[in-house]
């Protein structure tokens, strides 16, 4: 499929990637999602079925499989 981003001449490949959602001041980062990723720009198309199932997971009775470190990126910081 070509990419949906005007001027785009890429396509869209099947991958897993990282996706991450931010829900208020909480982010949650899901990893090997199947998506959609252009192979020029980069843009990322997620299934519904893809979005409904993260939906589910982030309900609140699912634990995450790992808990990782969250580094906030300040410029200037260090
Ligand atoms: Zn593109």
Not at 32 to 55: F, K, R, Y
């Amino acid at each position: 499929m070509m990419c949906s981003i005007r001027g785009c001449s890429g396509e869209y490949e099947y991958k897993r990637i990282v996706h991450t959602v931010h829900k208020g001041d909480e982010i949650f980062v899901f990893d090997h999602v199947p998506a959609e990723v252009c192979s020029v720009c980069g843009d990322t198309l997620l299934e519904p079925e893809a979005i409904g199932h993260l939906e589910a997971l982030l309900k609140p009775k699912s634990e995450p499989q790992k808990l990782i470190p969250l580094y906030n990126y300040v410029y200037g910081a260090l």
